[in-house]
């Protein structure tokens, strides 16, 4: 049986170089996708890895591409592209068709043709029982239910993701969980995002209790890293050199896309928010890029402008 543990998987070198480590990636890739776990959960939607498909960019969702290198890997089969071996292109191959089946049965965003919903409002996946309790046994397999110790005690850089909800606040409550018992965190990264708060079902409702004052995910993450870290965030700041958020800013990678004209300007630039320790150390910052789907932006209940340097929300 050719399970996923810790224990099983690959073990890095201590300082690999950058060719160890990609090797090193491809192995514990390959590992994954080609455990009795994964095959089981593919088996039940009647897909197999080995397959390649005709099209690899039509199951894409909204804003996503692949590089071209990568596209023209899967459109000519004998094609390796500098610095990676047939095996590992193969990897590759099998990673995006598991990619497709999962875009097919588990895609509960956007599976009836509307646009792009939010988690919190995704339709049903309408499994049986049986089938609902299978997927959860061998995706819990896989590690993709429970949160497993840190491999390590201590990293270059740590991600926090975000979300909506309550998710910034237990996900930047594990991370200080982590970082409580010993382990070093490296430079701490807090994803946020421009996306208003969600008002059906009410966001705020269950925000308010640790980001009260955000009107978006990265005012959300700021909350959650100044109720779970106890950091102060410095004034926010824009990555992309626009002094205000008064205008759209020029480097907007979605200004030529459908409905961009109706998004406000503050949600077209990257913005930064340090984190700062009580005696003066910066530690890492909390993050939003420019929002990459302007059909979904629409005005907030309570608008909220950048401010001078960008909105101070949470």
């Known amino acids: 049986m050719r399970g996923v543990t810790d224990a099983t998987l690959p073990t890095a070198a201590a300082a690999p170089n950058t060719v160890e480590?990609?090797?090193?990636?491809?192995?514990?890739?390959?590992q994954w996708m080609s455990s009795d776990p994964m095959a089981g959960l593919l088996g039940l939607f009647d897909q197999a890895t080995a397959a390649p498909p005709a099209d690899w960019t039509s199951w894409l969702h909204l804003n996503e591409e692949l590089p071209e290198w990568l596209e023209a890997v899967f459109q000519a089969a004998d094609s390796v592209p500098r610095g990676l071996t047939p095996d590992q292109v193969e990897v590759l191959r099998r990673t995006l068709s598991v990619?497709?089946?999962?875009?097919?049965?588990?895609?509960?965003r956007t599976r009836d043709g509307s646009g792009y919903r939010e988690r919190s409002q995704a339709v049903d996946g309408a499994f049986s029982q049986q089938?609902?309790?299978?997927?959860?046994?061998?995706?819990?397999?896989?590690?993709l239910v429970e949160a497993r110790p840190p491999r390590f005690a201590s990293y270059e850089k740590t991600l926090v993701l975000g979300g909506g909800y309550r998710s910034p606040l237990l996900r930047a409550r594990l991370?200080?969980?982590?970082?409580?018992?010993?382990?070093?965190?490296g430079e701490i990264s807090f994803l946020g995002s421009p996306r208003f708060l969600i008002e059906d079902p009410p966001e705020h409702v269950a925000t308010a209790e640790y980001a009260p004052e955000a009107t978006d995910e990265f005012g959300l993450m700021i909350g959650a890293v100044r109720a779970e870290f106890g950091l102060a965030a410095s004034e926010v700041t824009f990555l992309c050199g626009c002094p205000s958020a008064d205008q759209r800013c020029p480097k907007w990678l979605a200004q030529g896309a459908e409905g961009a004209d109706e998004t406000p300007p503050a949600y077209t630039?990257?913005?930064?928010?340090?984190?700062?320790e009580s005696d003066g150390r910066v530690i890492g910052s909390v993050l939003s890029a420019s929002t990459g789907r302007p059909r979904t932006v629409r005005t907030p209940r309570t608008p909220s402008a950048c401010g001078r340097a960008a909105p101070s929300p949470g």
């Open 21 to 30: 480590r990609a090797a090193h990636a491809f192995a514990t890739v390959e």
């Open 269 to 276: 630039h990257e913005r930064q928010a340090t984190l700062i």
């Open 99 to 108: 990619e497709r089946t999962a875009a097919a049965h588990f895609n509960f």
């Open 175 to 185: 991370a200080a969980r982590f970082r409580a018992t010993g382990v070093d965190l």
């Open 131 to 143: 089938t609902r309790a299978r997927v959860l046994a061998l995706t819990t397999e896989l590690g």
